[in-house]
């Protein structure tokens, strides 16, 4: 039993496995994510109902909120598969921490963004040195630190080891973004939706909110293995497997 | 549809000039996410297909001169 777990977890790391497997899910996941994103999107902004205080404005919600949570959440799989590296060296972890840091970095952005224009209209300022907005914008740094370290050094386990390094000191950060709108008196507003009870808003708007959610997840796993097959075929061009795929597919056209 | 019509929807009572750039910015950035890892991954096969060739190349001019090298000693 033992055994076969380790076989498992072993398969899991060899970059060939991911690279072939997540070929067949792609296709899939593309769907179901395109699907939930419509869906949330369209509902969010033409049919939901509008918010009582905020007016219109609050439809931003639908982008905001799923933005950052899967900015957070990626930073955590950014952090643990570089551990995961770290600890066990596994070549294929390095790959995808390398992978999520683009993704978060974007995603942190588009949290950025989309709350400077849901600012504008409802606290009359595109940006404020708030709690929850400065550990954000801190979360951007990190994110482009991890990036720009990629790019000065060329792969090598020394960066890939430096990088995993960063990003698990930056993990203190995520925990401070999160309570950051319990600890301090934030003009950002608090939890819509929290780990425990019930959220704080009509089913008739949760309801595309966690549409959104799930899709945002559906995205960025798609992305991530998108970006990760890249890195997959830069590192192991050298590798016989990678040569035959390139062969049989030039034999194809 | 929660409003009266699709004019209401585009201006959302003043409101729509927000809502409608962080879903175009929002949008676009998500594209993105998708086109750059296609694109990066397109070039490496294309640069792995020339390193092969590359390799077939020199393979063939090698024994193609080990072949008249034979042919005139």
Redesign the interface.
Known sequence: MLNMQWTWFHRLGSPRWFYQKTQRWLPWLSAITAVLLLVGLVWGLAFAPQDAKQGNSFRIIYLHVPASFLALVGYYIMAISGAVGLIWRIKLSFMVMKSAAPIGAALTFVALFTGAVWGKPTWGAYWVWDARITSMLILLFLYLGILALRYTFSVSEASDRASAILGLVGTVNVPIIYKSVDWWQTLHQPATIKLTGAPSMHPDMFAPLLLMIIGFYGFYFLTLMLFTRAEILHRERKASWVRELVSKKRAEV | ???DSVYQ?IT?????V??W???V??LV??V???V???R??HK??Q???R??ELEQLVKTTASQQEATDASNP
Do not use: R, W
């Not at chain 2, 959302?12 to 729509?16: E, K, L, S, V, Y």
């Open positions: 549809m929660y409003f929807l959302m009572d003043g409101h729509g927000y809502v750039t962080a879903v910015v929002t950035v998500l993105s996410l998708i750059k890892p296609l990066q991954h490496i096969l640069t792995i297909a390193e092969i």
